[in-house]
């Protein structure tokens, strides 16, 4: 008895070498028939895959994707962190992609692991008569009256913040972290403005950060790691925005104006309850809270990816900038102390063609991620395994079907051209179909705004250096210098602007 345990025990190690080598032989052999005839590695790294590779140097890793798709119709595939993937190159395939997101096929999450990092109450991943629903309940937020409320509120900020660089920053500076400051005040500005003082703002900031670090790193939900921070940064942001939500309703209940879009959202779902209706559905604190994190991270992070890139294309385009600067002074002349109104915002349709141009040349986000539910026959001769992450890539449609689509040029959106509409298909920035953004007018306003105001208010002058234009990740794109400018004042006396 005692010779048999002596037996079994030195067999043990022996035992866990062979199950973990069956174990990573069965990985390799899963990885190899879901790949099946796709471009891409022939073997990876056994549980991790190519993970340190997607974080040490995202841009190569998508280019390389990229590029081994196009020597397949439009696919190519990897592994990352137990999580077989496909990247998608063709706009064709990600329409099927976009064209198909329904719990019996693709199931939206915005980020590979999206579900774990975001939490339970999220908009994007609705489907079905719940998505139609809250998409009903945010219409109000983007109103014309209620855009005009943001618009006001994005001007007072945004010369706020073109004031403070110039006048605080005399060499040259990175604008990638100051714009990211900018935006954030905007959003927790227009968002949720009255309802958060400054203790809280700054809580807010401190954990927007650590959440986008995290969004960078690996997925170990790991107390110490940077992505399990992460998801407890979303926690916390949910529930500051939760509490902003609760004291929306109340100050709506007492009649009081919508001064931020929390206030317009909320206005209609307190009518409904003091008609004697029950509540909307998904309309509790805690649910805005999930949901208005949502918007905020695709506002926060896209916004700041487009404003880099609108200054980096404007200091590299002379006569582009020329003439938004003919333009905007025509329409509005910040000696007259006065706001953009939402009909000289119109009126701008030059620089608004310069925003959709920066929008479609440098997508901010590249690809949008979605998870197979089931398998999914893509192509006659491909099928997505179930569980597979498909990577519709944004950036790869904007360069096809465009008319010279490498070259930066605002007037194919003009109304002679309408490049938006001849090739419609290809322009994914803002998404297609039941999950296309709801926030693109508010992010256009927003671009345009911030366009007019610094061609205006501000002489500026890139400071070139060796691939300052090349693409990182962090977690959208921006210019790999940051965006690293010169700033002088360009009038006598700033705007003194006000909402009154």
């Given at each position: 008895?005692?010779?048999?345990?002596?037996?079994?025990?030195?067999?043990?190690?022996?035992?866990?070498?062979?199950?973990?080598?069956?174990?990573?032989?069965?990985?390799?052999?899963?990885?190899?028939?879901?790949?099946?005839?796709?471009?891409?590695?022939?073997?990876?790294?056994?549980?991790?895959?190519?993970?340190?590779?997607?974080?040490?140097?995202?841009?190569?890793?998508?280019?390389?994707?990229?590029?081994?798709?196009?020597?397949?119709?439009?696919?190519?595939?990897?592994?990352?962190?137990?999580?077989?993937?496909?990247?998608?190159?063709?706009?064709?395939?990600?329409?099927?992609?976009?064209?198909?997101?329904?719990?019996?096929a693709f199931h939206f999450v915005g980020h590979p692991f999206g579900k774990k990092l975001?939490?339970?109450?999220?908009?994007?991943?609705?489907?079905?008569?719940?998505?139609?629903?809250?998409?009903?309940?945010?219409?109000?937020?983007?109103?014309?009256?209620?855009?005009?409320?943001?618009?006001?509120?994005?001007?007072?900020?945004?010369?706020?913040?073109?004031?403070?660089?110039?006048?605080?920053?005399?060499?040259?500076?990175?604008?990638?972290?100051?714009?990211?400051?900018?935006?954030?005040?905007?959003?927790?500005?227009?968002?949720?403005?009255?309802?958060?003082?400054?203790?809280?703002?700054?809580?807010?900031?401190?954990?927007?950060?650590?959440?986008?670090?995290?969004?960078?790193?690996?997925?170990?939900?790991?107390?110490?790691?940077?992505?399990?921070?992460?998801?407890?940064?979303?926690?916390?942001?949910?529930?500051?925005?939760?509490?902003?939500?609760?004291?929306?309703?109340?100050?709506?209940?007492?009649?009081?104006?919508?001064?931020?879009?929390?206030?317009?959202?909320?206005?209609?779902?307190?009518?409904?309850?003091?008609?004697?209706?029950?509540?909307?559905?998904?309309?509790?604190?805690?649910?805005?809270?999930?949901?208005?994190?949502?918007?905020?991270?695709?506002?926060?992070?896209?916004?700041?990816?487009?404003?880099?890139?609108?200054?980096?294309?404007?200091?590299?385009?002379?006569?582009?900038?020329?003439?938004?600067?003919?333009?905007?002074?025509?329409?509005?002349?910040?000696?007259?102390?006065?706001?953009?109104?939402?009909?000289?915002?119109?009126?701008?349709?030059?620089?608004?063609?310069?925003?959709?141009?920066?929008?479609?040349?440098?997508?901010?986000?590249?690809?949008?991620?979605?998870?197979?539910?089931?398998?999914?026959?893509?192509?006659?001769?491909?099928?997505?395994?179930?569980?597979?992450?498909?990577?519709?890539?944004?950036?790869?449609?904007?360069?096809?079907?465009?008319?010279?689509?490498?070259?930066?040029?605002?007037?194919?959106?003009?109304?002679?051209?309408?490049?938006?509409?001849?090739?419609?298909?290809?322009?994914?920035?803002?998404?297609?179909?039941?999950?296309?953004?709801?926030?693109?007018?508010?992010?256009?306003?927003?671009?345009?705004?911030?366009?007019?105001?610094?061609?205006?208010?501000?002489?500026?002058?890139?400071?070139?250096?060796?691939?300052?234009?090349?693409?990182?990740?962090?977690?959208?794109?921006?210019?790999?210098?940051?965006?690293?400018?010169?700033?002088?004042?360009?009038?006598?006396?700033?705007?003194?602007?006000?909402?009154?």
């Amino acid at each position: 008895m005692v010779l048999s345990v002596s037996i079994i025990a030195s067999l043990v190690p022996y035992i866990i070498v062979s199950a973990l080598l069956l174990f990573l032989l069965l990985e390799q052999l899963s990885y190899i028939r879901k790949k099946g005839n796709l471009p891409g590695p022939l073997f990876v790294l056994p549980i991790i895959g190519n993970a340190v590779s997607v974080v040490r140097d995202p841009t190569s890793f998508w280019y390389k994707q990229s590029a081994a798709a196009g020597t397949f119709p439009g696919l190519s595939a990897n592994y990352l962190v137990g999580k077989f993937i496909v990247y998608i190159r063709d706009t064709e395939l990600s329409h099927q992609i976009f064209s198909n997101v329904r719990p019996d096929a693709f199931h939206f999450v915005g980020h590979p692991f999206g579900k774990k990092l975001f939490g339970d109450h999220n908009f994007i991943y609705m489907f079905g008569d719940d998505h139609k629903s809250v998409r009903r309940q945010i219409a109000p937020n983007f109103t014309p009256k209620a855009l005009s409320t943001y618009s006001a509120l994005m001007q007072l900020n945004i010369l706020r913040h073109l004031r403070h660089w110039e006048e605080n920053f005399t060499g040259p500076v990175s604008l990638r972290t100051l714009v990211r400051e900018l935006n954030l005040e905007t959003s927790q500005t227009v968002f949720v403005g009255p309802y958060l003082d400054k203790e809280a703002r700054n809580r807010f900031r401190t954990d927007y950060n650590i959440f986008n670090v995290g969004t960078m790193t690996l997925p170990i939900d790991l107390p110490g790691f940077a992505f399990h921070e992460a998801r407890l940064a979303v926690k916390r942001l949910a529930n500051i925005l939760a509490v902003c939500a609760g004291k929306s309703k109340a100050r709506m209940a007492a009649g009081e104006e919508p001064t931020c879009l929390i206030d317009f959202w909320m206005q209609p779902i307190v009518a409904e309850i003091e008609s004697g209706n029950p509540a909307p559905p998904h309309s509790t604190d805690e649910e805005i809270g999930g949901f208005l994190f949502d918007f905020l991270f695709a506002a926060q992070d896209a916004s700041t990816s487009s404003l880099l890139w609108a200054v980096a294309q404007l200091d590299s385009e002379p006569e582009v900038l020329s003439r938004v600067r003919e333009e905007v002074g025509r329409i509005w002349s910040p000696e007259s102390n006065a706001l953009i109104t939402v009909d000289q915002l119109a009126e701008m349709k030059y620089t608004l063609s310069v925003a959709r141009e920066v929008v479609r040349y440098r997508p901010p986000a590249t690809m949008v991620p979605h998870v197979a539910a089931v398998d999914f026959p893509l192509t006659k001769s491909y099928t997505v395994p179930k569980g597979t992450i498909v990577f519709p890539s944004v950036f790869d449609s904007s360069f096809q079907g465009f008319t010279e689509a490498d070259r930066f040029d605002p007037d194919r959106f003009s109304e002679t051209r309408k490049e938006e509409q001849v090739f419609k298909r290809n322009f994914l920035a803002f998404g297609w179909g039941p999950h296309q953004c709801v926030g693109q007018r508010y992010a256009l306003n927003q671009l345009v705004l911030f366009i007019a105001m610094f061609s205006m208010l501000l002489n500026f002058k890139r400071l070139p250096s060796d691939g300052c234009d090349e693409i990182v990740y962090c977690p959208t794109i921006s210019p790999k210098d940051g965006c690293t400018v010169f700033l002088s004042k360009r009038v006598t006396a700033y705007p003194n602007l006000s909402l009154k």
